[in-house]
């Protein structure tokens, strides 16, 4: 058509208020499932501690004194919600000191799974307690925990998206692999630990195999145990998984 000779339109025009358009498509689509996965662990966070907030009353309603254990209950609690909820703003706003912002999540993140297994711990320790060889070992072992959850923030690198002050996924170094690894041992062998003593203490009179096997059944339904060591049980059931 004449008078239109010299037009050219460009094929893909990038919108810059939009950043998700400074990066590949792909890495785009990586952060908006992330981004999606991590406002639904924040809804899931919240709608746990509503559920649990009667619980919790009665904790400290029942308490006689507000021990260390119980501060690092509500601390791996609150902790935990808290970097839920920062790990949704830093991907749907622009954070304009992101270093300082995303340490503060990653040390909260560290915290919470600490408090929580070093209340795991002291479960242990208190069905041990009239050995005090696994107390130290537990204790040990709780050590390397703490040891691996510092890790954390000392390993993550964030970044900007390039162009933009919004969130990209940061570059985490190659030990920050041993957190979640020691922590999962860790919870293994607290759990089995635990499971095993209430077993030999509710399975010293069986003599058959066939026994012997139904009383593992019972530990692991839970049924025919008294309140208390049930109470442990499902506990720790609860928490491992």
């Keep these: 058509m004449p008078g239109f000779e010299n037009i050219h339109i460009e094929p893909d025009v990038l919108n810059p208020d939009v950043y998700l358009n400074h990066i590949p498509q792909l890495e785009a689509q990586q952060i908006e499932i992330g981004r999606n996965i991590v406002v639904a662990v924040l809804g899931a966070t919240i709608w746990d501690i509503l559920v649990y907030i009667p619980d919790d009353i009665r904790i400290v309603q029942r308490s006689s004194r507000f021990s260390f254990v119980t501060f690092c209950y509500f601390f791996s ?3 935990a919600v808290v970097h839920a909820l920062l790990g ?7 954070i304009y000191h992101l270093y300082p912002y995303v340490i503060f ?14 209340i795991f711990l002291q479960r242990a320790q208190a069905i041990y307690a009239e050995r005090k060889g696994p107390q130290k070992f537990f204790f040990i072992s709780w050590l390397f925990v703490f040891g691996a959850g510092c890790l954390i923030p000392l390993g993550v690198h964030p970044s900007y998206i390039p162009g933009t002050y919004y969130y990209r996924y940061p570059g985490l170094a190659t030990y920050v692999i041993a957190a979640p690894l020691v922590l999962l041992l860790f919870d293994t062998l607290i759990f089995i630990a635990i499971s095993y003593k209430i077993y030999k203490q509710h399975s010293m009179d069986v003599d058959s195999m066939e026994e012997q096997r139904a ?23 609860q928490y491992y998984s």
Excluded: D, F, N, T
């Excluded at 040390?107 to 297994?117: D, E, F, K």
């Design 77 to 79: 609690r609150i902790s």
């Design 88 to 94: 949704s703003m830093e991907r749907a706003i622009p």
């Design 105 to 118: 999540s990653s040390c909260l993140l560290s915290l919470s799974a600490i408090s929580s297994s070093y």
């Design 215 to 237: 009383s593992w059944i019972r530990l692991l339904s839970g049924s025919r145990l008294p309140l208390i060591s049930k109470a442990v049980l499902r506990g720790g059931q």
